[in-house]
């Protein structure tokens, strides 16, 4: 099995990438800028910066901390926001400092708004306005001394930004009262600062951490992957190599609906095509999908990224499948498995595939994507990524052949430093340089890899492995089921059965309409025995549907 993914290469894509180009993430913005200067690099909310711009005004902010804040090279910076113009340019002016940027989910709770900051020993935040009354409950229980907050409007022009946060403040009331505003620099204020100052560009190199970036914390407590500017350039390299025949300099534009502060649009979209001068259409609220497609009617863009209930709640709402799609070359998705019913009604309705990518936290993220020339969904993760080795492997840690699955491992110049602060967890999963990854897989002879399911989400029924993921695919493709969630509940017989959460599509259909339409699918042990109806499901700030609070849920009503 050594590397025979590689025999399915697509023309074009080179094995390996040159991890000494670059010594650092800024080393790639610096080319961009000089590359791209009058290129559109961010837009958001009717207002567009130029790589010329982004680059003044994160030296701005670059400038304000070293100066005005004072603050060292290594320093943790806390960025709290949805997609706003303000995320990229502290992303970058942060980077440029030599400092360390800590993503932080603007929906948080104080109790795990705490335990990040804490955790990371984050001196500074930036945070959208909405959401301080959260920090403000837990600030003097944290090492945060400096403040920045800003509004959903700032980066637009005067008139604008005052009708914007006009609106935002005193119509929709989305600003809750709070009293950070005398302890806080605003942001344009803080860009004001900087300006008055020259910044001093940073020596950073590979070995200095870029991102903290949270895990979840699906299992106990939310764990910081150190992702190093070495990690973040291999995987900005890594995705380059695979688009270069797919992509033109400075002429595709990328819808970005998934938060920057989530690995894979933080990689996949700012980065990559920031480095080939791509224009990122920052998209604040995705969840309003008729003002979502609203923003799409006003590009002709050219690739899409997200997970699959994105991707099915645009195909489910009015005046999706009257867009131009002409431009489209490139749709992705991950974060969780795309469901072969999503796939083909997307490729119907835009005319393009959906092709679905892999990756983890801990590997800042890809580890593979199918080939950019497929023609169709194939229903695997596609092949590994340039310099990437992967194993299937069984229990005891013994690699697997062919279609046989197993935990897959992965290696690679993208797999994370380790866990901030937890040598222990860290050993658990690096050992060698393979890093576990918790996920079930099997490998084709093409070398396609193909997720079975998440370890720890496995139900048994029986002694029968079953996998949610392929539960799921079968009851998503009822015409009547909008979205469905499978997990295993106890059993005195079986040890486990299956239960299905299932949001309807058509009011009339029926848990028994449902059972017989698994059963024509499904070997008898994979049939649902428990099918309960609701209005949605609970999912991450991303769109994933949350599995384990299911379970749970029934675990405890049990």
């Known amino acids: 099995?050594?590397?025979?993914?590689?025999?399915?290469?697509?023309?074009?894509?080179?094995?390996?990438?040159?991890?000494?180009?670059?010594?650092?993430?800024?080393?790639?913005?610096?080319?961009?800028?000089?590359?791209?200067?009058?290129?559109?690099?961010?837009?958001?909310?009717?207002?567009?910066?130029?790589?010329?711009?982004?680059?003044?005004?994160?030296?701005?902010?670059?400038?304000?901390?070293?100066?005005?804040?004072?603050?060292?090279?290594?320093?943790?910076?806390?960025?709290?926001?949805?997609?706003?113009?303000?995320?990229?340019?502290?992303?970058?002016?942060?980077?440029?400092?030599?400092?360390?940027?800590?993503?932080?989910?603007?929906?948080?709770?104080?109790?795990?708004?705490?335990?990040?900051?804490?955790?990371?020993?984050?001196?500074?935040?930036?945070?959208?306005?909405?959401?301080?009354?959260?920090?403000?409950?837990?600030?003097?229980?944290?090492?945060?001394?400096?403040?920045?907050?800003?509004?959903?409007?700032?980066?637009?022009?005067?008139?604008?930004?005052?009708?914007?946060?006009?609106?935002v403040r005193k119509v929709k009331k989305m600003v809750p009262e709070h009293s950070l505003g005398a302890r806080a620099h605003r942001f344009n204020q803080a860009l004001k600062f900087g300006s008055e100052q020259s910044f001093k560009p940073a020596n950073v190199t590979q070995d200095d951490i870029a991102f903290l970036q949270y895990t979840g914390g699906t299992t106990g407590v939310a764990k910081g992957a150190i992702l190093l500017h070495r990690n973040m350039v291999a995987n900005i390299l890594q995705a380059s190599a695979w688009l270069k025949p797919l992509i033109q300099e400075g002429k595709e534009i990328i819808i970005t609906a998934l938060p920057l502060y989530h690995i894979f649009s933080l990689t996949a979209n700012c980065m990559t095509f920031m480095k080939y001068g791509g224009l990122n259409v920052l998209v604040t609220n995705p969840r309003d999908m008729p003002g979502f497609i609203k923003e799409l009617k006003q590009f002709k863009f050219t690739a899409i990224t997200g997970v699959n209930t994105l991707f099915n709640g645009l195909l489910n709402t009015d005046g999706f499948s009257d867009l131009d799609f002409s431009s489209l070359k490139m749709t992705l998705g991950g974060g969780m498995a795309v469901q072969e019913a999503v796939a083909k009604r997307w490729q119907s309705v835009t005319g393009t595939p959906l092709l679905e990518a892999y990756g983890l936290t801990e590997t800042a993220p890809a580890v593979t994507i199918n080939p950019m020339n497929l023609t169709e969904y194939n229903g695997t993760i596609g092949l590994p990524v340039p310099s990437t080795e992967v194993e299937v492997r069984d229990e005891k840690g013994k690699a697997l052949g062919f279609n046989e699955p197993g935990e897959l491992w992965v290696k690679g110049p993208q797999v994370m430093a380790g866990y901030l602060g937890r040598p222990e967890e860290t050993n658990k999963v690096i050992q060698d340089g393979w890093l576990s990854t918790g996920d079930i897989a099997l490998m084709t002879e093409q070398g396609f890899l193909k997720i079975v399911d998440r370890k720890k989400d496995m139900i048994l029924v029986s002694g029968f492995n079953v996998y949610p993921n392929e539960i799921e695919d079968v009851v998503a493709a009822h015409p009547g089921v909008l979205e469905v969630a499978a997990v295993g509940v106890p059993s005195e017989s079986s040890g486990e059965i299956v239960k299905i959460f299932v949001v309807k599509k058509d009011a009339s259909l029926t848990e028994a309409e449902l059972i017989a339409f698994c059963k024509e699918n499904l070997t008898g042990y994979k049939v649902p025995k428990q099918v309960e109806f609701r209005e949605d499901l609970p999912k991450s700030n991303v769109g994933k549907i949350l599995r384990r609070e299911l379970r749970d849920e029934t675990t405890q009503s049990n």
């Not at 590397?3 to 080319?31: A, M, R, T």
């Open 1 to 167: 099995m050594e590397k025979v993914w590689l025999n399915s290469y697509p023309d074009g894509v080179e094995p390996e990438i040159n991890l000494d180009q670059y010594q650092s993430i800024v080393d790639i913005f610096n080319e961009s800028v000089n590359n791209f200067a009058d290129k559109p690099a961010f837009t958001n909310l009717g207002q567009t910066l130029s790589f010329a711009d982004l680059e003044r005004e994160s030296a701005k902010f670059a400038s304000y901390l070293q100066h005005t804040l004072k603050l060292p090279k290594g320093s943790r910076v806390a960025i709290m926001m949805p997609n706003l113009l303000q995320y990229p340019i502290a992303i970058f002016g942060v980077l440029r400092a030599g400092m360390t940027v800590v993503n932080v989910n603007p929906l948080y709770t104080p109790r795990e708004l705490k335990h990040q900051l804490n955790d990371s020993q984050t001196t500074t935040i930036v945070i959208v306005e909405n959401f301080a009354r959260t920090l403000e409950e837990i600030i003097d229980e944290t090492s945060v001394q400096n403040v920045v907050l800003t509004e959903i409007g700032d980066s637009c022009g005067w008139l604008k930004r005052k009708l914007v946060n006009f609106v």
